[in-house]
């Protein structure tokens, strides 16, 4: 007998995502695309203590479109932070990842 995996959609994980950004203390909100928007723009927003993060959310299938991957770039390239989210899961663990960073660079700085 074969286990199913379950995987949500790319809509019920940016809702999980957002609901876990916001019971966690960041400001988070959802862009939405539409004419004259900048093209390839991340689906959420979020930022906590100066932490300010662009996240792309996509399935465990999923794929950047051209223009995602060239505003990534563009994020990037002016010192802004960009991630893709595949699961809550990994979501958790880059921003752990960039609270520690974080929490590395303002000792060094007062020391």
Do not use: C
């Not at 957002?18 to 019971?23: D, H, M, T």
């Amino acid at each position: 007998m074969q286990t199913k995996v379950f995987s949500p959609t790319e809509s019920e994980l940016q809702k999980a995502i957002k609901e876990y950004l916001l019971w966690h203390g960041w400001f988070v909100f959802k862009i939405h695309q539409s004419l004259g928007s900048y093209k390839g723009i991340a689906d959420l927003y979020a930022i906590k203590n100066g932490i300010s993060v662009w996240i792309e959310v996509k399935t465990l299938s999923g794929t950047q479109s051209e223009h995602q991957n060239q505003f990534q770039e563009d994020i990037e390239s002016h010192g802004g932070i960009y991630i893709i989210a595949r699961s809550l899961e990994g979501l958790k663990k880059d921003l752990r990842l960039l609270e520690l960073e974080q929490k590395s660079r303002e000792k060094s700085v007062r020391n």
